[in-house]
């Protein structure tokens, strides 16, 4: 592999890490790596996702939905709620 192939956005980045001592096959395995770890949390948490994603397909189609300030103070609102209205 050559860095000449890689896209120029992380080229600062991996120049940077190769100036640090580290090889560019120590940079791929290690990209592989988190590459792979991620798929792995995403693939453990597929099913929770989609039904949250489901529960808020469902409040939207229900009219549930707020947005912008209005989310915001709600989410506050139920912070506060947890910590006992503090």
Excluded: T, Y
């Excluded at 100036?19 to 791929?28: K, Q, T």
């Excluded at 229900?62 to 209005?70: K, T, W």
């Amino acid at each position: 592999m050559d860095i000449d192939s890689l896209p120029e956005e992380l080229k600062p980045f991996i120049e940077e890490q190769l100036a640090s001592g580290r090889s560019l096959d120590e940079l791929v395995c290690e990209g592989l790596r988190l590459l792979s770890f991620n798929e792995e949390l995403f693939a453990a948490n597929r099913a929770e996702l989609n039904e949250q994603i489901a529960e808020g397909v469902a409040a939207e189609k229900r009219g549930e939905l707020h947005d912008g300030p209005e989310a915001i103070a709600d989410a506050w609102a139920a912070v506060e709620k947890r910590r006992g209205g503090e």
